[in-house]
């Protein structure tokens, strides 16, 4: 068995080695980057890219289907959009597809492998990916319309776990998708076999594996119904093929691909698909079409359809001089093609075919183009001459994409395909302009791979933590420098006047003078840095090659010599493994299908790009690949193979250098050690003073060996007229000009140099006219020029020459160096203490020390600005700077040593000492400066005076908003209106005899006193909801009383039950934030441990914690249980599913058990048979399986569960509230746990106790149709239930400790289950708190409503809600006059015998709480609750101001604000104590004074800090405190800030409601006066006739509306018509009657289904044609609305024109409701129009 399981292990290694293998080939093959634009029949789509958010897709065009993707669209959503707009729910987005109704993309998050694929639009026929209803059959068509609530996520692509996309097209009704398997899936309408499944069947809703041989897949194409694939250069095609478009030479449909034979000999780039015809590009730029032939779309002169391609010769001579046109792509619309050129820098456009999408013609011109014509875009305003890098093509319509980012379109305009702002049909291209900039298409190109992935394995980078902030790279230019730290982030500082730092300076000046990070973008990590002169190259451990600053020659390799303010992406090139960058070009390392390729580009002066002698001057600005060949090692062309070297002789490029003027390349095998690889020199470029080391001064313009004998090097660094290298033996050489080395003739051969001492060498490095070299013993040694100090050898006067000609020990340094680098007239050294130093010109800031020093030339080195360091030292407090997110470091062993005897130091001083001395911390002293770069970072929006007045701003909104409210009166007379109305059709019922008005029968079940109770209590439950305090200070009062606990969580439940209800979901959660600190605050202030927070029913305790049974309450709730309950007990995929699966394929016949005692138990009599020794064998086979079930498919089907956003808000509550137990020491059994994940323990059994606790121990329980599950619970197998339940006691043992301690299995398996909970856990906690400003503008926008919550209570449950308020009066009241005691006080207190009378005939009494109350009340900002709430339900010291902030003005004898403002101004700190510090600004105190100018109010705050900081040394205050509140301080304004910019971005929102709102009320009041006088008239006059037809019988709807408007005159009060409406026929029928009558089949959604004879349908119908049907239940006199569906007028026809047997599913975007026979159901909507 060991030797089986040791293959398998083999053969999955193999497998997955393969996968990723194919993966590699299948990326390699593909020719074509992902598609960022795209056009449909009816809408267009395009992707930008945003500086913070990553690409952003924009959608625009008719969106009656939802096809633009917007979330829970309204009825006016669902029509034409003339713009672009932004899907927001989306970013990250790589590719976009358009089909007619439906759009696909596919989104990228974080670095995994490969991207999701997201859909939305109209959704029957499988065209999305996705069922609309888990009910549906994959084989039967879908009859019902139906369109996406948003974009949705298609899941189930390939049968590989984990299985991603890589591209997808889009046909009419029907998707392609090339994924990360190397496999083609289809799914959507296959009525002509377009899926290539090879079935018939009409339709796939999941993705279907596309029936392919396996071969690399280069490109893929759909036309409307069929499709096209590259593989390997060879065409297949299939689906429809009228008019010859699937190029077979037949018109016949396929259902599976077919290789059109007679490209056989043709190698094709890419293909694309139209309407009816098709075409393909060939590798060499020739493009081949066939298909339908009308209207020139072929660019053939006949227009007769092609059933085989056919070449498309026009483009043979319509270049300049009749040079052949080359095509790069083409893209086929309805009855147009259009055509991209291939040159790079021209890149004309060519279209043929007919109509305005041609982009060719007028109105008046109505030509047809039989040939591809071209045409400039350079009248387009705002294309200018940029190159367009893609093209689309829709029906109609065609779009491109610019390199500068522009998207321009044009063609027919009709339902706002263009996006240009309206529906007309442009003829021209115009450049599309959404609300905000494009970005370029270059400047963001998404990687497909995980960093995990990486195919260099060298290349991978240690990401620990405890490094991630160790610089282990410095590369400088001519004027500024780059940091890389061991986690992959970079920092820059210097000049960036061509761009060269990437990011924004700041402020009027180019000079950045302490480094500052640069953020790539999508967080990119990067792996090695090169500056070049005045740019930069990056390049990521995802092998992605970045380049910004200067471009004038091309060296950025971004195809344009223009400069770049932030890092691009050279998408020319993949896989990199090695870049350079020098002067005015740049080289890099590629890895192609296994083989090392160097490529170079940039200004070609004297052959330094190696491309050969034909390329000499003009820049290239997109890499060119360099060839190495041994013909070339000399100028005769002889072959040379070194003298000495091996049989492994390679021109393999393993590292790449670029000079000034030069370029040298290090050859070798990439697989041999280090220390043992033979490399070889290769060199190429300007050849003066010998600097190339070939031996004479000749320019190369190919790559040429340097004659080296049998010595190999390590490293080379290239000056301006000299080089140096070192060997592998660690000895120096160097080469170049005389001057530089004191020599009479230059050096043109490498020479041999020995240093003082002869130490081995480890690194040397070149700048521009001075060398600096690192010893492996650390030291530092420089020689060449010192004229600005770069040599660090002291002043300048002191050294005595200008230049240094023998190699001078460095010897300002007291610690080993491990890295050096060199700029122009500067240069950087590191030691091992982590501390940088610098030295030479600080102009423009490139020496990186903060501050400008008096002197121009720093020839001593200093210490420079390590902001790197900052992050490290201060993570703890990393809120502070948006970069700074990374654990604090460890000190070095000698420091940790250091600090140990310093402590034994201190311990043996206060023994011997009689009197008890304070404690000396023995932390890491932090120094002062790093709390001044925190501050002096700190965002200038979240600064004190920048927020008040923010703060200020929005209160003075808010108050405004509050005094329009106050001021309308347009509540009050609609009121008045309808009361009017009410009582004027009182009187008409005189008219209808036949009409009694209902008598109202007495209750004998309630008490006589209660009715003139209600009032009161509607008052109550006002109050109960809005002030939480009441509701969380009665909690407290009833942990111990089960009966009035019960009532409690009764009327909670009451209260906050509509989840769908966003006002209702924040009150309950703000009461829950309430509740969780008040809980937290308790139980630690009585000093008990955590594990006493959230007591739950397994804990035992009596006092169960009232906020966990209100959180279960909540989860379990039907429709939040159903979210969660699906990853638990769900059909796939779930916790029950896996479980099924283990058992279902083993013999397995026994449910887990726990323990040896337990699985003996279980086996029973079988146990006896077998020994001891067997048993044991048995038992711990099946504990292995429980471990791999519980860290494998449990793990993951957890993590999968996404708990709805009320409850991980709650868990995060838990989570802040827990932080109070951080410091409480740890149990033996957790101590291993991370101390960071010990805060989300209550949180983690919140979620096991609450949620899966009861879906695992009472599965059965929640496997019904309440619960949205159709299978019934009896089909669930005892042995299932059993192995769930067996999982639920092992998670209790686990979060309990008292997992049996012989179990070591088991024990060891909980620390890691738990440690993966506990992970999960952070996760769902981390979701921004905006719960305090949603709640203040839900409430200011429910003023703009007059929606009112239905709250439905008996009377049992009212009278004991009372009895309890008046019991626990005192100890809720929330201040003097309490206004809910008050109320309490006029209510009867009920005695037990009424509440046993009550309790036996209960009455439900429906209650309505308004929304809206601002109007006559003066609104307050609660104290307790932070809600505005009117100023008599508030506590005494709630305050006027609804924008609330902390932090009044900074005064003097706030000593820590003071000296937070003023270290902004000084200079940078040195000290670490209080001491220090005092010193330390005296000196500065005494400088200022020194000066003829003293700024007086600066010498004043020095002389206040001096001050403050000595009473800080008298209470022996701690450094480390000091700067810790600081930093909380920065996070709080931080806080601050988000809070202000959530209100001010929901105000916004507000006050389009209000203005919605206005609009309505202004209605209402005008309809409300039409029916009045209509009423008023009918109350005046009635003929007779209507007398008489109305007492004989019943009048439908519609004929008394008839006969009023014949006997009514003219209204008084017209209509405005922006208002008028008119109106409409209602009926309503009870389910039974509609099944009677044979118009319901049945009701299929779950749980309604089994609720039928209760309820009732009212179906009305709508202005324009459709139909409104309304599900309601009515039960206990109350009715409750489930459901609403409308029915569009095509959805009606189509019921029309169905036969007398069909029946259709009706329903909404949650899935069908109720089945109907189609044409009863017409005939009931037919007489409802009638009247009849």
Not at 223 to 239: D, F, N, R, Y
Not at 319 to 325: F, P, Q, R, Y
Not at 902 to 912: H, I
Not at 1059 to 1066: F, P, S
Request: net charge negative; glycine share 8%.
């Amino acid at each position: 068995m060991e030797a089986a399981a040791r293959d398998a292990s083999v053969d999955s290694f193999t497998q997955l080695r393969r996968h990723q293998v194919d993966l590699e080939t299948q990326l390699n093959a593909l020719t074509h980057p992902p598609q960022k634009i795209a056009c449909g029949f009816y809408h267009t789509a395009a992707i930008s890219n945003h500086h913070e958010r990553g690409n952003q897709l924009w959608i625009w065009g008719r969106n009656q289907n939802n096809a633009l993707g917007i979330e829970s669209p309204e009825d006016e959503a669902l029509g034409n959009h003339d713009a672009p707009k932004l899907v927001e729910s989306m970013t990250g987005v790589l590719e976009v597809a358009c089909g007619t109704n439906h759009t696909v993309f596919l989104r990228k998050q974080g670095d995994e492998l490969g991207a999701d694929i997201y859909a939305t639009g109209l959704g029957n026929q499988g065209r999305l990916g996705y069922a609309g209803s888990d009910t549906q059959d994959e084989e039967l068509m879908e009859l019902d319309i139906w369109h996406s609530n948003g974009p949705r996520r298609v899941v189930s692509l390939g049968t590989t776990l984990g299985t991603k996309a890589l591209r997808v097209v889009c046909g009419a009704d029907h998707t392609l998708c090339l994924a990360t398997d190397g496999r083609l899936y289809a799914w959507g309408l296959n009525s002509y076999g377009q899926c290539g499944t090879g079935m018939s069947a009409p339709l796939f809703r999941r993705p279907t594996l596309v029936k392919l041989p396996e071969c690399s897949i280069n490109h893929l194409a759909a036309g409307a119904q069929h499709s096209l694939v590259v593989e390997e250069g060879k065409v297949w095609t299939w689906g429809c093929g009228r008019n010859g478009r699937l190029g077979l030479g037949d018109q016949e449909n396929y259902n599976y691909p077919q290789k059109i034979n007679q490209l056989s000999n043709v190698e094709i780039d890419s293909v694309a698909g139209g309407e009816a015809h098709s075409g393909a590009v060939s590798t060499k730029g020739k493009v081949y079409m066939w298909g339908a032939g009308s209207s020139g779309r072929l660019g053939q002169m006949d227009h007769i359809d092609l059933l085989t391609p056919n070449f498309v010769w026009p483009f043979e001579k319509m270049g300049a001089d009749d040079e052949t046109v080359l095509i790069k792509e083409i893209a086929l619309g309805g009855f147009h093609t259009l055509f991209l050129e291939k040159k790079p820098k021209t890149g004309r456009l060519y279209s043929c075919g007919s109509g305005a999408a041609t982009g060719l013609l007028t109105e008046e011109d109505t030509r047809t183009l039989n040939t591809p014509t071209a045409f400039s875009l350079e009248i387009v305003q705002g294309a200018g001459t940029n190159r367009i890098v893609q093209i689309a093509a829709g029906m109609f319509h065609s779009v491109v994409l610019l390199q500068n980012g522009e998207v321009v379109s044009w063609g027919v305009g009709t339902h706002g395909r263009l996006g240009l702002g309206n529906e007309r049909t442009h003829f021209q291209p115009t450049c599309v302009k959404p609300d905000i900039t494009w970005r370029g298409f270059n400047s963001e190109e998404m990687s497909l791979y995980d960093e995990s992935e990486s195919r260099a394995q060298g290349h991978q980078q240690n990401h620990s933590e405890e490094k991630s902030h160790d610089v282990i790279e410095v590369s400088c230019g001519a004027m500024h420098a780059f940091a890389r730290t061991h986690g992959g982030y970079i920092f820059g500082w210097g000049s960036s006047v061509n761009g060269q730092l990437g990011f924004e300076v700041g402020g009027s000046s180019c000079y950045c003078w302490a480094p500052r990070e640069l953020l790539m973008p999508n967080s990119r990590r990067i792996q090695q840095i090169s500056c070049g002169r005045e740019h930069t190259l990056a390049l990521t451990n995802t092998e992605e090659l970045w380049a910004w600053g200067r471009g004038s020659e091309g060296q950025l390799g971004l195809a344009n010599t223009f400069d770049k303010f932030e890092p691009q992406h050279v998408s020319s090139l993949t896989y990199v493994q090695h870049c350079a960058a020098g002067e005015i070009h740049s080289a890099a390392i590629t890895k192609v299908r296994g083989t090392r390729v160097l490529f170079t580009w940039g200004g070609s002066d004297s052959g330094i790009l190696g491309l050969g002698n034909q390329i000499t001057s003009a820049p290239q600005s997109l890499p060119c690949q360099v060839t190495f060949s041994v013909n070339d090692a000399t100028d005769s062309g002889r072959a040379i193979v070194p003298a000495g070297a091996s049989t492994n002789f390679t021109t393999r490029p393993l590292r790449v250098m670029c000079g000034p003027q030069q370029t040298a390349v290090l050859c070798g095998n990439e697989d041999a050690a280090s220390t043992d690889r033979e490399t070889y020199l290769w060199t190429f470029g300007n050849g003066w003073y010998g600097r190339l080391g070939l031996g004479d001064k000749v320019s190369r313009y190919h790559p040429t060996l340097v004659k080296l004998d049998k010595l190999s090097m390590r490293h080379v660094s290239l000056g301006t007229d000299h080089c140096a290298a070192v060997s592998m033996q660690h000895d120096l050489y160097a080469w170049g000009r005389a001057s530089i080395f004191c020599e009479l003739d230059d050096i043109t051969t490498p020479r041999g140099f020995s240093l003082e001492g002869k130490p081995k060498i480890e690194t040397v490095v070149c700048g521009d006219n001075h060398t600096l070299i690192l010893a492996q013993d650390g030291k530092v040694f420089a020689f060449g020029r010192q004229d600005s100090g770069q040599l660090g050898l002291g002043p300048l006067g002191d050294v005595g020459e200008e230049a240094v000609p023998v190699a001078s020990h460095v010897k300002a340094f007291s610690e080993p160096a491990d890295l050096i680098a060199a700029g122009g007239s500067f240069s950087i050294v590191q030691l091992r203490t982590e501390q940088m130093f610098a030295f030479g010109s600080q102009s423009c800031g490139r020496l990186g020390l903060a501050e400008k020093k008096k002197q121009k030339l720093v020839p001593e080195p200093s210490l420079v600005n390590a902001y790197w360091s900052t992050a490290k030292a201060m993570s703890n407090v990393q809120p502070v700077v948006r970069h700074v997110e990374h654990q604090q470091q460890q000190q070095g062993q000698q420091q940790q040593q250091g600090e140990k005897q310093q402590n034994a130091e201190q311990v043996q001083e206060s023994a011997e000492n009689d009197k008890p001395k304070p404690k000396k911390s023995t932390e890491k002293v932090i120094s002062f400066v790093v709390a001044q770069k925190i501050l002096k970072q700190e965002d200038p929006r979240c600064e004190r005076n920048a927020l008040r007045s923010k703060a200020q701003a929005l209160e003075d909104r808010l108050q405004r908003l509050l005094k329009e409210i106050k001021a309308t009166p347009t509540e009050k007379d609609i009121e008045a209106l309808e009361t009017k109305l009410a009582n004027s059709l009182q009187a008409n019922m005189r008219w209808f005899p036949k009409t009694r008005e209902a008598k109202v029968i007495p209750s004998t079940a309630m008490h006589p006193d209660l009715p003139k109770c209600v009032p009161l209590y509607k008052k109550i439950l006002w109050l109960l909801q809005y002030q939480s305090s009441y509701l969380a200070a009665l909690a407290k009062c009833l942990s111990g009383d089960q009966d009035q606990l019960s009532i409690f969580l009764k009327v909670v439940d009451k209260l906050f039950a509509d989840i769908l209800d966003a006002r209702a979901d924040l009150l309950f959660l703000n009461l829950l934030r309430i509740m969780i600190n008040k809980e937290a605050e308790s139980i630690a202030s009585a000093d008990l441990p955590m594990e006493m927070f959230l007591l739950h029913e397994q804990s035992g305790s009596q006092d169960k914690s009232v906020v966990f049974e209100m959180f279960k309450r909540k989860a379990l709730q039907p429709l939040y249980c159903r979210v969660v309950a699906r990853n638990i007990l769900g059909y796939q995929n779930s916790i029950l599913s896996e479980v099924q699966h283990i058992f279902t394929n083993s013999a397995a016949d026994k449910p887990f058990a726990l323990s040896f005692d337990e699985f003996k138990s279980n086996l029973g009599a079988e146990a006896k048979t077998k020994d001891e020794a067997e048993l044991n064998i048995m038992y711990a086979k099946q504990i292995a399986t429980f471990r791999e079930f519980m860290t494998g498919a449990f793990m993951k089907s957890l993590k999968a569960m996404k708990l709805p956003p009320t409850l991980r808000q709650a868990m995060h509550f838990v989570q802040n509230a827990s932080l109070r137990w951080n410091n409480q020491a740890l149990p033996p059994s957790e101590e291993a746990i991370d101390k960071e994940l010990r805060s989300y323990e209550p949180a983690l059994r919140l979620l096991f106790f609450a949620i899966l606790n009861p879906l695992l121990s009472e599965a059965t329980t929640y496997l019904t149709l309440e619960y949205f599950f159709e299978r019934p619970s009896e089909e669930l197998e005892e042995l299932t239930r059993l192995n769930l339940q067996s999982i639920d006691t092992y998670l209790q043992q686990m979060l309990s400790n008292s997992i049996d301690k012989k179990e070591k299995t088991l024990l060891n398996l909980a620390k890691t289950v738990k440690v993966e909970l506990l992970k999960y856990v952070r996760d769902q906690c981390e979701v921004e708190d905006t719960l305090i400003p949603d709640v203040l503008m839900t409430l200011f926008k429910d003023q703009f409503s007059r929606r009112r919550t239905p709250v439905a209570l008996s009377t049992f449950d009212l009278m004991n809600l009372s009895n309890m308020l008046k019991e626990y009066g005192q100890q809720i009241a929330l201040k003097e006059h309490d206004p809910l005691q008050e109320i309490c006080n006029d209510i009867p207190d009920w005695s037990e015998d009424v509440l046993r009378m009550t309790k036996q005939k209960p009455l439900p009494i429906n209650f309505y709480i308004e929304s809206s109350f601002f109007q006559d009340e003066e609104i307050v900002l609660c104290s307790e609750t932070s809600c505005p709430l009117p100023a008599w339900a508030c506590p005494q010291n709630s305050s006027n101001k609804l924008v609330s902030i902390g932090g009044g003005a900074a005064s003097k004898e706030d000593s820590s604000l003071f000296l937070e403002g003023l270290f902004k101004k000084l200079q940078p700190l040195e000290a670490k104590t209080f001491e220090q510090l005092r010193d330390e600004l005296l000196q500065q105190k005494n400088e200022m004074s020194s000066q003829q100018e003293v700024d007086k109010q600066r010498a004043a705050d020095l002389d206040q800090a001096i001050l403050i900081v000595g009473e800080l040394i008298t209470v022996k205050a701690e450094p480390t405190q000091f700067m810790e509140s600081i930093a909380e301080r920065v996070r709080g304004r931080a806080k601050e800030f988000r809070y202000l910019d959530r209100i001010e971005k929901l105000e916004a929102k507000t006050t389009i409601a209000k203005q919605a709102y206005d609009k309505k009320m202004r209605y209402a009041v005008v309809e409300l006066q039409q029916a009045l006088s209509t009423s008023q008239d009918l109350a005046r006059k009635v003929p007779d006739k209507l007398q008489r037809g109305v007492g004989e019988k019943n009048l439908y709807f519609k004929t008394v509306l008839k006969k009023l408007q014949e006997i009514s005159t003219s209204s008084k009060h017209k209509i405005p018509e922006e208002l008028k409406t008119s109106n409409v026929p209602m009926t309503s029928y009870r389910v039974v009657e509609l099944k009677k009558m044979k118009v319901v089949v049945d009701i299929i959604k779950p749980p309604f289904a089994s609720m039928e004879d209760k309820m009732k349908i009212s179906i009305r119908k709508l202005d324009g044609g459709g139909a409104e049907l309304v599900a309601s239940i009515f039960q206990a006199g109350s009715t409750n609305v489930i459901e609403k569906i409308i029915l569009d007028p095509a959805k009606l026809q189509e019921l029309k024109h169905a036969d007398k047997s069909h029946t259709a599913n009706l329903g909404n975007e949650t899935g069908p409701f109720l089945t109907v026979f189609s044409a009863n159901f017409m005939n009931l909507i037919v007489k409802l129009e009638r009247g009849g």
